[in-house]
């Protein structure tokens, strides 16, 4: 069983950055990864996703602040965001975007002042 673990997340004021971790507890070479977060009361949403390549997608809502990147060898992804707005405030998580492994615990960003 995959196991997926999160970490990185806390408060922050609006304008500041955090850097978000995913350890994979197996090789992530051949997968496409992505970070979602889930706000209370919302569904969960894909916010970035990175190819095997490398190539990156981002939801319009975070496009220009949060940057996505993986470590293959550490079997690692990557969410590094800036400019964190008071609606970035959600539970985090990685996965795979298509055939989800099963979820991790997911770590709470919160953005206030």
């Known amino acids: 069983q995959v196991q997926l673990v999160e970490s990185g997340g806390g408060l922050v004021q609006p304008g500041g950055s955090l850097r978000l971790s995913c350890e994979v507890s197996?090789?992530?070479?051949?997968?496409?990864m992505g970070w979602y977060r889930q706000a209370q009361g919302k569904e969960r949403e894909l916010v970035a996703h990175?190819?095997?390549?490398?190539?990156?997608n981002y939801a319009d809502s975070v496009q220009g602040r949060f940057t996505i990147s993986r470590n293959n060898a550490k079997n690692t992804l990557y969410l590094q965001m800036n400019s964190l707005k008071p609606e970035d405030t959600a539970v985090y998580y990685c996965n795979r975007p298509s055939l989800n492994w099963n979820w991790g615990q997911g770590t709470q960003v919160t953005v206030s002042s």
């Open positions: 197996r090789s992530i070479f051949s997968s496409t």
């Open positions: 990175i190819s095997i390549a490398g190539t990156t």
